[in-house]
């Protein structure tokens, strides 16, 4: 009897060793992968955006500190398309940057 509780003990230690040991390499996996992160106009800025703009917000992005941490992406969101016709197509705003 004494036996039996000790191997079920002893597995339910090398179980938890186990996961333990996935976690902390997939920690160190995710530090040496990050996701891709950066910063997006259109929630800020929606179409009214200009070089000016932007241009502050890559310069912000490194002095805040993000830049170290992996931030590296800035996406320009001019709001190409304007809304769909009724037949489901995308509508293009005439005085998009892409125009």
């Known amino acids: 009897m ?9 597995n339910s230690l090398k179980l938890i060793c186990f996961a333990f ?12 992968n990050p996701p ?7 929630n800020q800025y929606g179409v009214a955006i200009n070089d000016s703009i932007i241009k502050a917000q890559a310069d912000a992005m490194v002095s805040s500190g993000l830049a170290k941490v992996g931030f590296q992406y800035i996406n320009i969101d001019d709001g190409l398309f304007n809304g769909r016709y009724a037949n489901g197509a995308l509508t293009m705003r005439k005085n998009s940057l892409m125009v």
């Open 2 to 10: 004494t036996r039996s509780i000790y191997l079920k003990i002893t």
């Open 21 to 32: 040991c996935l976690f902390i390499n997939s920690l160190e996996l995710a530090a040496q």
């Open 36 to 42: 891709l992160m950066g910063w997006a106009s259109w």
